[in-house]
Every structure is written in structure tokens, then in C-alpha cells.
């Protein structure tokens, strides 16, 4: 082989080996892609149901853990100081209120499904929504958003009422979806629209925080853009704590009392959480609020240890230190781990010991030592939820950079059998700023189930400085503008109840007075695009906080559904899904911004049939125009139609906006985005319109609807009108339902709650009723009732069958 030729050989080599080099950096980068926390909701014990309530009572020295509420008799009966066979030495816990309240109607979930829903999975559907809101992320079930579900849920007492031992009369066709686990995930995806995997994990207590590692991989893989993950846990039967009892677990006080010399079990907790997450490359594009970016996972296993349920010290070693390696974090930068921290004589010392093998050696170094706490001291453990309650704490430290206090001098002395002196780990006692002579404010959080099932996560405050470092290939984001903000700002408001509507705006109302311009300006953004819009809406305008507050406190509320009514022709009943297919059509041609749409040229014919009739018609500039208009015309006659100024151009394309958005339109608000603004994730959410559902104890059957004809239908000889049989067909929907509300005639059997259960129910009913047989095709789930009810009453008149009961 020629030199020369030999020469070229080599650098198409070499240029192959760096580009090989460069893919293997890629995908190693993709594999460890940094992740953004930009929305969360929580429901904890102490009614804590906002960022700002759980931050708050942390830096408190209140609890949540009280006694057994009066609406949980079986466990009030289960009960007895001395726990004997079958009995709970237990009365106390962090128990959520309100658990039988629910907003079934905006889920589009009919009473009876609600009556049966697992409260749990009701828990995770309000705070999933929530945190979509908070991240400012629309959620429309049309658009199919690209968003993965991860859920840890472990237990389903609920539907113990359902179905008693001794009484099976309950069981109808919501038993089995309705407290199933795996339709916790699967729920949420089909209540919000969302097309992603969904999985609910239980790994008993460690099953929340095994969700963010599935939910991080998930989005690395770009299985999907946005991931939702939560967990929730109540405590309903005597079951379970008549077990853990029994064994020895629960504290006698129902408290948990991390690494103190007087932990003796721990206390259970109820609540549910969830976080969203998305790479950070991507929110960063997006211009989200980054609450806190998530640096590496990692999973693993107790293997063969001294039993099933027994603590393994070397397998949550290890666990940390790949959560570690996969971050690309040293031991040394990590300042705080929120810990499982049980408060039980055996897992506080192995779960301590495993910490200062991991970071024992760096705290010393460095002369600053390891903080470490639990907030199951303060809320109980939430078991399958108590790695998100962990989450979204250490989410809230990052983002205000202090470390809140993890115990009282009160408490009394940590446990002796943990060597505190030579450990490099501290419990504070009181809150504290994070340690100065840490550069970057790095944490951990760890979650040990009870089937041997390890979970840490490593978790790093949001820092724009720290972008270039975290992704290399992407330039650090510019510094906000500190150009003026014009004004007005548009803010809208939509519920799917006018008192809803009303009671968002009052809120917002006090959240936006006291804003300055460039925030107003990204709260208004974040409102008109992070949003889904309702029927029932007001909009405002306004140049100031102040004068937006005052305005939402007095803007009337429009029914959109009335003022901008949806037109369908319907040819029979041959085509199911013609209104959806409708709406799809309508989506794909948007209105606004499409420019002039004109087919014929009237304006021009126009313009020549006035020529015709010897009107003057001019056009463009024509300086003698307006004299000798102000000749023909007095003061009160001539009168400007559109206020030429351009300074007004602005405020009145916002209002038009305004009056679009409010008579039913829907505007492409994301063109109104001005320079520097961004998605805010610290405004209001939905006002959710709850009441009771709920199986009561002890009688554990639920109100069902008794087979046969559903009543008497008036007439004489089976000659009914046909209005009278359609009120009797509404009639018959609502006993199917157990709505006791009146159904709105504009909405569509799916819309009121309806599914393929409750349809084929109904049908049933029908036909016992009018002693007919109904065709499935005039079913038309997707068709308003007026036109569902109106048609099914038009064929049973039809088949003069009707008969007089």
C-alpha cells in the first residue's frame, strides 16, 4: 500500500473514532439528561394543600398526627390500649379531612362511579390537575398530550365497603376499575387526555419515589415530553393496622420519632402528591419555572438479608451511591439527605450507617457535616406516598435554599445506639440557612420498602449560572430584559361553574394587587396559555395589579356554551361520532389569524354598484375628503366608528381578545407573549366543586339501582307524546347516574359522566321500560341529550310499543 494512500486511510479512521466518540458522549448524555420539576400539587395531614402550607409548617413546630376522625368507626372499633388479638393499640395518626369530598362533574364522573371511586385515585386526579396547572400546562383531552403517568399506590380498603364478606348485593360494574391499582395511572391519563405510558407501582413504601426513577427513564428514552409523577395512601380499614400492630411496628403514640433515643415504631399517615417533570433542556425552552432539577435515580433490591421485611445497610448503600454515579454528583457537594427515617430501634442505625459510608468520609473532610431529617416526624408515614411527601420537601429546600429544623430540643436525646460523634451526620434542631461553604445546593432523598425494594434520588437547587455545566451544548439562558412592559394585561378566568369562576378570581385578585409590571406581565401570560378554557368565563383588563384586582372582583361571568353556541347537522342516526368528528374538523381550521379569507369580490362590486347610484366613493388619501364630508354632516351626525390612534391599537385588539374569549372563541393567546415573559408556577388553581361520596360504615352496601323497570311510565293505552317520553328517558338517566341534580340538555352523555357501563344500563332500562329494543347506533355519546334523548324518543314512538304501567 502507497504512504499516501496508507495516510488517508488513517484520517478517515481517525475521523470516524471522534465521531463515534461524539454519538457515545450524546447518548451517555441523553441516559443522564438533568430533569426539571415545574408543577406539583399535594394533599397532606394539617390541611395542607398548598406549597406555600407545607412550606410554612415545616418551618413551624406544629404536627399533623391526631386522633382517629369520627368518620372512620372501624378503626375507632379496633381500638384498645392494650392490643390484644385482633385489636390496634393505635388511635392516633396523620389523618387527611374531607376524604369523602370530591368534584365527580369535572372529570366528567357520574355520581354513581364516584360513589364507588377509590378515594386514593380521587386524591390523585385532583392533584394531578393541579400540578399541570402550576406548570402551566393546558390540559385538553382532545389534544392527546404527550405526558407519562407514574403512580405509587399500594392499598385498596375502599373497596372492602363495596363488597363485604357477608353481602355481595354491592358489586356492580364500576367494583372492579374502581379500586383496581392499576387504574390509579391509567385514570388520570384517561380523565386528562394524556397519551404517554402510565404505571402504578407498589413497592409498599419506597413505590412513589420507584415512580420518579420510571418516570426519569421514561423521558431520557423520550417515551414522552412531560411526566407526572405522585403517590397517595389513606387509612380505611382496621386491617392493616390491626397487623402492623400485631407484629410490633406502629409507635403506641402514633408518632414517628426519626433517630431519637425514644423511637419505638412509627406512625401512619395519610395524603397523596404528585410532581411534574420534563427534561430541563425542554423547560428551559419552554420558559418554565424550574422548582428544581432532578440529577440522577437509581433502584435497587434487598436480595438475601436476615428477613423479607428486614433493612438491608449495604443495599441502601449502594442504592445511593448509583443514584450518585448516574447524577454525575460527588459525595462532598450533597448537603442534606431527607431520609426514609422510620424511627424504628433496628432500620434508624442501618440507614445511618449506610449514610456515613456514602458521605461520612466527605462531610469530614470538607468540615461541614451531613444534615439529615424526616417529615414522617411531623405527618406520619405515608407508606406508598412518603417518597413524594419527601420530594416535594426537598423540592420547597432547594428552592429556598434553608434547612428546616428536624427536631425540638424538647424531643430529647438522639438514639446512642448511632455514633453521632464519629458519623459526620447532624439532626438540627433548629432551621438554618444552607451551608455557605457548599457551592451548589445538592440533597438526596432516599425511600426503603418494606418488600426490600430500595429507592434515592439526588435532587440540585435551580441555578441559570449552573445551566452551562449541567448541559454543556446549550448556552446559558440571557438574563430577563429590563425593557418596560407596555400595558394593559389580559387576564382570563374559566371554571366549569360560574362559582368556581367567581371564586378563581377573587383569589387571583389578592395574588395579583401587588405584582409589578414585568411579573404581571408573565402571571397574564401564564393564565392565557397555561390554562384550559371552560365554559363559564370572564376576562379583564387592566394596567396595573390593582386595577386588574378590582376589575376580576366585579367582571360579570359569561356562559360560553350560551353565547357561542356549537351548530351540528345531524342526517339520523347512522353516523355515531358525528359532533366529535365535527369538533376535530372546527380544531383544524382556526379562525383567528388566517388571514383574509374572502372568495368573491363583493367589496369591489360593492364599491361599483354605489358609483352606479351616484354615491362618491373614494378610498386611500383624498385630502379634500373630509371637507366636504364635514360639509354634508352636523356634530351629531358624523361620529368616528374605530379610534384611529395607534398608541390604542393594543388595548383594542386585547379587547377583542377579551370579547372573543368570552363569547365561547378560542384565540391563539401564545402570539400575545411578550419578551421576557415565562410560565409562573405560584398562581391559584382550579377551585375544585366538591361534595360527599362515600360508602359509610358499618352498613357497607352501597345505594344500587334495582334491576327491572326503572318506574311507572304515564299514558293511556301506550299513547305517550313525544315530550312525555323524552322527560321520561331523562328521567331514567338521572336514577342511572344517581344524579341529583338536574342533567343540562346541552351537554353529551359522555360530558355528564356517562361510559360504556352506565350506557348499557341505561339502554337496559329503556327497554324494560317501553317494552322495546333500543339500536345501539342511536346512542350517540358524543351528541348533546337534547339530540341523544330527542332521537331515542322519536324511535320508541315510532315502534308503537309502548305500553302503560
Known amino acids: 500500500m502507497e504512504l499516501e494512500q496508507l495516510r488517508h486511510l488513517m484520517e478517515e479512521q481517525l475521523r470516524l473514532s471522534r465521531t463515534l466518540k461524539t454519538r457515545v458522549a450524546?447518548?451517555?448524555?441523553?441516559?443522564?439528561?438533568?430533569?426539571?420539576?415545574?408543577?406539583?400539587?399535594?394533599?397532606?395531614?394539617?390541611?395542607?394543600?398548598?406549597?406555600?402550607?407545607?412550606?410554612?409548617?415545616?418551618?413551624?413546630?406544629?404536627?399533623?398526627?391526631?386522633?382517629?376522625?369520627?368518620?372512620?368507626?372501624?378503626?375507632?372499633?379496633?381500638?384498645?390500649?392494650?392490643?390484644?388479638?385482633?385489636?390496634?393499640?393505635?388511635?392516633?395518626?396523620?389523618?387527611?379531612?374531607?376524604?369523602?369530598?370530591?368534584?365527580?362533574?369535572?372529570?366528567?364522573?357520574?355520581?354513581?362511579?364516584?360513589?364507588?371511586?377509590?378515594?386514593?385515585?380521587?386524591?390523585?386526579?385532583?392533584?394531578?390537575?393541579?400540578?399541570?396547572?402550576?406548570?402551566?400546562?393546558?390540559?385538553?383531552?382532545?389534544?392527546?398530550?404527550?405526558?407519562?403517568?407514574?403512580?405509587?399506590?399500594?392499598?385498596?380498603?375502599?373497596?372492602?365497603?363495596?363488597?363485604?364478606?357477608?353481602?355481595?348485593?354491592?358489586?356492580?360494574?364500576?367494583?372492579?376499575?374502581?379500586?383496581?391499582?392499576?387504574?390509579?395511572?391509567?385514570?388520570?391519563?384517561?380523565?386528562?387526555?394524556?397519551?404517554?405510558?402510565?404505571?402504578?407501582?407498589?413497592?409498599?413504601?419506597?413505590?412513589?419515589?420507584?415512580?420518579?426513577?420510571?418516570?426519569?427513564?421514561?423521558?431520557?428514552?423520550?417515551?414522552?415530553?412531560?411526566?407526572?409523577?405522585?403517590?397517595?395512601?389513606?387509612?380505611?380499614?382496621?386491617?392493616?393496622?390491626?397487623?402492623?400492630?400485631?407484629?410490633?411496628?406502629?409507635?403506641?403514640?402514633?408518632?414517628?420519632?426519626?433517630?431519637?433515643?425514644?423511637?419505638?415504631?412509627?406512625?401512619?399517615?395519610?395524603?397523596?402528591?404528585?410532581?411534574?417533570?420534563?427534561?430541563?433542556?425542554?423547560?428551559?425552552?419552554?420558559?418554565?419555572?424550574?422548582?428544581?432539577?432532578?440529577?440522577?435515580?437509581?433502584?435497587?433490591?434487598?436480595?438475601?438479608?436476615?428477613?423479607?421485611?428486614?433493612?438491608?445497610?449495604?443495599?441502601?448503600?449502594?442504592?445511593?451511591?448509583?443514584?450518585?454515579?448516574?447524577?454525575?454528583?460527588?459525595?462532598?457537594?450533597?448537603?442534606?439527605?431527607?431520609?426514609?427515617?422510620?424511627?424504628?430501634?433496628?432500620?434508624?442505625?442501618?440507614?445511618?450507617?449506610?449514610?456515613?459510608?456514602?458521605?461520612?468520609?466527605?462531610?469530614?473532610?470538607?468540615?461541614?457535616?451531613?444534615?439529615?431529617?424526616?417529615?414522617?416526624?411531623?405527618?406520619?408515614?405515608?407508606?406508598?406516598?412518603?417518597?413524594?411527601?419527601?420530594?416535594?420537601?426537598?423540592?420547597?429546600?432547594?428552592?429556598?435554599?434553608?434547612?428546616p429544623a428536624a427536631r425540638s430540643v424538647a424531643d430529647g436525646p438522639l438514639n446512642p445506639l448511632i455514633p453521632w460523634a464519629d458519623n459526620h451526620l447532624t439532626v438540627p434542631d433548629r432551621g438554618t440557612p444552607w451551608p455557605a461553604a457548599l457551592p451548589h445546593r445538592i440533597a438526596g432523598v432516599s425511600a426503603f420498602g418494606l418488600s426490600g425494594t430500595n429507592a434515592h434520588a439526588v435532587l440540585e437547587a435551580f441555578d441559570p449560572q449552573r445551566v452551562a455545566a449541567l448541559l454543556p451544548h446549550r448556552a446559558a439562558p440571557a438574563a430577563p430584559a429590563n425593557a418596560a412592559v407596555p400595558a394593559p394585561h389580559l387576564v382570563t378566568v374559566s371554571a366549569k361553574d360560574p362559582s368556581a369562576v367567581r371564586q378563581l378570581a377573587l383569589t387571583l385578585a389578592s395574588r395579583l394587587a401587588g405584582l409589578g409590571a414585568a411579573e404581571l406581565s408573565s402571571a397574564s401570560h401564564t393564565l392565557r396559555t397555561g390554562r384550559a378554557a371552560f365554559p363559564y368565563r370572564l376576562a379583564v383588563l387592566g394596567d396595573t395589579g390593582a386595577e386588574l384586582a378590582r376589575h376580576l372582583r366585579a367582571a360579570p361571568i359569561t356562559d360560553a356554551s350560551a353565547a357561542f353556541p356549537q351548530v351540528r347537522l345531524h342526517w339520523g342516526p347512522d353516523a355515531p361520532g358525528t359532533s366529535a368528528a365535527a369538533d376535530r374538523l372546527a380544531a383544524a381550521f382556526p379562525l383567528l389569524g388566517a388571514g383574509d379569507q374572502r372568495t368573491d369580490p363583493t367589496p369591489d362590486r360593492l364599491a361599483r354598484m354605489l358609483t352606479l347610484l351616484g354615491v362618491a366613493v373614494r378610498t386611500g388619501a383624498d385630502p379634500g375628503l373630509p371637507a366636504g364630508v364635514a360639509r354634508l354632516c352636523w356634530d351629531d351626525q358624523a361620529h368616528p366608528l374605530l379610534d384611529g390612534d395607534p398608541e390604542q391599537a393594543p388595548r383594542l385588539l386585547l379587547a377583542a381578545l377579551s370579547a372573543l374569549f368570552q363569547a365561547g372563541g378560542d384565540p391563539r393567546f401564545d402570539a400575545l407573549r411578550r419578551p421576557g415573559d415565562r410560565i409562573v408556577a405560584d398562581l391559584p388553581v382550579y377551585p375544585f366543586q366538591r361534595r360527599r361520596f362515600w360508602v359509610d360504615e358499618p352498613d357497607l352496601t352501597p345505594t344500587t339501582v334495582a334491576a327491572g323497570p326503572s318506574g311507572a311510565v304515564a299514558g293511556v293505552d301506550g299513547g305517550l307524546s313525544h315530550d312525555e317520553v323524552t322527560d321520561s328517558l331523562m328521567a331514567e338517566l338521572r336514577e342511572v347516574l344517581h344524579a341529583e341534580e338536574e342533567l343540562d340538555p346541552r351537554q353529551s352523555f359522555l360530558e355528564i359522566g356517562g361510559d360504556s357501563f352506565t350506557a348499557m344500563l341505561f339502554v337496559k332500562g329503556v327497554e324494560q321500560r317501553f317494552n322495546t329494543t333500543v339500536p345501539l347506533e342511536l346512542m350517540d355519546m358524543d351528541a348533546p341529550l337534547a339530540s341523544l334523548l330527542g332521537c331515542l324518543a322519536t324511535d320508541i314512538v315510532g315502534a308503537g310499543r309502548l305500553v302503560a304501567r
Open 26 to 403: 450524546e447518548l451517555e448524555g441523553a441516559r443522564r439528561a438533568p430533569l426539571a420539576v415545574v408543577g406539583l400539587g399535594l394533599r397532606l395531614p394539617g390541611g395542607l394543600s398548598t406549597p406555600e402550607a407545607y412550606w410554612d409548617f415545616l418551618n413551624s413546630d406544629h404536627t399533623a398526627i391526631g386522633p382517629i376522625p369520627a368518620d372512620r368507626p372501624g378503626l375507632r372499633a379496633a381500638y384498645d390500649p392494650a392490643g390484644g388479638p385482633g385489636k390496634s393499640y393505635v388511635d392516633q395518626a396523620g389523618f387527611l379531612t374531607g376524604i369523602a369530598d370530591f368534584d365527580a362533574g369535572f372529570f366528567g364522573i357520574s355520581n354513581r362511579e364516584a360513589e364507588a371511586l377509590d378515594p386514593q385515585q380521587r386524591l390523585l386526579l385532583e392533584t394531578a390537575w393541579e400540578a399541570m396547572e402550576r406548570a402551566g400546562i393546558a390540559v385538553r383531552r382532545a389534544d392527546r398530550l404527550d405526558t407519562g403517568v407514574f403512580v405509587g399506590i399500594m392499598g385498596a380498603e375502599y373497596s372492602q365497603r363495596l363488597a363485604p364478606a357477608t353481602d355481595k348485593s354491592g358489586i356492580d360494574p364500576y367494583f372492579g376499575t374502581s379500586g383496581g391499582l392499576c387504574f390509579a395511572a391509567g385514570r388520570i391519563s384517561y380523565a386528562l387526555g394524556l397519551a404517554g405510558p402510565a404505571l402504578s407501582v407498589d413497592t409498599a413504601c419506597s413505590s412513589s419515589l420507584v415512580a420518579l426513577h420510571l418516570a426519569a427513564q421514561a423521558l431520557r428514552r423520550e417515551e414522552c415530553r412531560y411526566a407526572i409523577v405522585g403517590g397517595a395512601n389513606l387509612v380505611l380499614s382496621a386491617d392493616l393496622m390491626v397487623s402492623l400492630c400485631q407484629s410490633g411496628a406502629l409507635a403506641p403514640d402514633g408518632r414517628t420519632k426519626a433517630f431519637r433515643a425514644d423511637a419505638d415504631g412509627y406512625g401512619r399517615g395519610e395524603g397523596a402528591g404528585v410532581l411534574v417533570l420534563m427534561t430541563l433542556e425542554r423547560a428551559l425552552r419552554e420558559e418554565r419555572t424550574v422548582l428544581a432539577v432532578v440529577r440522577g435515580t437509581a433502584v435497587n433490591s434487598d436480595g438475601a438479608s436476615s428477613g423479607l421485611t428486614v433493612p438491608s445497610g449495604p443495599a441502601q448503600q449502594q442504592v445511593i451511591q448509583a443514584a450518585l454515579q448516574e447524577g454525575g454528583v460527588r459525595p462532598d457537594e450533597v448537603g442534606y439527605v431527607e431520609a426514609h427515617g422510620t424511627g424504628t430501634r433496628l432500620g434508624d442505625p442501618l440507614e445511618t450507617g449506610a449514610l456515613q459510608a456514602v458521605f461520612g468520609a466527605a462531610a469530614g473532610a470538607r468540615g461541614v457535616p451531613l444534615a439529615i431529617g424526616s417529615v414522617k416526624s411531623r405527618i406520619g408515614h405515608l407508606e406508598a406516598a412518603s417518597g413524594i411527601a419527601s420530594l416535594v420537601k426537598l423540592v420547597l429546600m432547594l428552592r429556598a435554599g434553608r434547612i
